[in-house]
């Protein structure tokens, strides 16, 4: 499902952190969240997930106005995978993957956890190839594991418009790589759209369709990362200077980056380098000739 920005601003305490970000997010499409830190990026997820209200500008998914939707039903809607969103007492993976179900249960006080619930959790486990896992406790897992059932809980609530906050923090390699792999292909097919925030340029350019570019709160470009990703572009926006390259398989962009010095200077002033040869001592010099010459 699509999604609209509309001018969105949002500022805390008088500070802006976002300001007039306007953005069409195609449908079905795997977008990345990109930018330093502080540009805004958990914010705008936030705003798109309906927990925050901007306080100007509007925000659509479909034909629905985030602002306007009652908790519940955009909980149905959006699904949003925070940073460290690990349950707070240890749970089953099934368990985990059942909390996906509670937009969905009958009334306030209404329970969850019934054979249909079952299902839409095993399915979902099977989706992310972790079906094995579900008597597992969840703090036996890998932290690769457990980013798996993260999102087959995200994916139980059945969502059109599924949001990830960083979700390849601390994973190693391998495990970056099979969960971006995993969210590519999710996406798609179910008419399912994935907007997850990303500080690795590299894993947005070989895995999304698109990316928005933010900077201090500004969207400053958006589009395909083969046309954002552009070396001048992260200069401005990172202060590094990068080169873009084609990778040798696919040719997806492929970025190079170069220290950068002049952004962080060495914090030790520069020394004169010390001889290790110690000067002659004249005086123990002379005192030896002296003896020499009294012998003979």
Do not use: C
């Given at each position: 499902m699509g999604v609209i920005l509309d001018s969105v601003?949002?500022?805390?305490?008088?500070?802006?952190?976002?300001?007039?970000?306007?953005?069409?997010?195609?449908d079905g499409a795997v977008v990345g969240l990109l930018g330093p830190n502080g540009a805004g990026k958990s914010t705008l997820l936030r705003l798109i997930a309906g927990i925050e209200a901007p306080d100007a500008g509007t925000i659509r998914v479909g034909d629905s106005d985030v602002a306007a939707l009652p908790r519940r039903d955009a909980a149905r809607l959006i699904a949003l995978l925070e940073q460290n969103a690990s349950p707070g007492v240890d749970l089953s993976v099934e368990q985990v993957v059942l909390l996906g179900r509670i937009p969905h249960r009958t009334g306030v006080l209404g329970s969850f956890g019934g054979p249909d619930d079952q299902r839409v959790a095993a399915e979902a486990l099977a989706s992310v190839g972790a079906e094995s896992l579900a008597d597992r406790a969840w703090h036996t897992l890998s932290g690769g594991q457990q980013q798996r059932v993260q999102i087959a809980r995200a994916l139980a609530q059945q969502p059109a418009l599924l949001l990830l906050d960083e979700p390849t923090n601390h994973l190693d390699v391998s495990a970056q790589l099979s969960l971006m792999s995993l969210v590519r292909h999710q996406v798609g097919p179910a008419g399912l759209?994935?907007?997850?925030?990303?500080?690795d340029l590299n894993l947005a350019a070989a895995y999304c369709d698109h990316v928005l570019l933010l900077n201090a709160g500004r969207l400053v470009a958006a589009g395909p990362p083969r046309e954002v990703l552009q070396p001048s572009t992260i200069s401005d926006v990172y202060g590094v200077e990068a080169d873009v390259i084609p990778h040798?398989?696919?040719?997806?962009?492929?970025?190079?980056?170069?220290?950068?010095?002049a952004y962080f200077p060495s914090p030790f002033p520069a020394r004169a380098a010390k001889s290790s040869l110690r000067p002659p001592d004249t005086d123990s010099m002379t005192a030896r000739a002296s003896r020499t010459e009294d012998e003979t």
């Open positions: 601003s949002f500022a805390i305490d008088g500070q802006a952190i976002l300001s007039t970000v306007s953005a069409r997010i195609p759209t994935a907007i997850a925030a990303l500080h040798p398989r696919d040719g997806h962009p492929v970025i190079v980056f170069s220290e950068p010095a």
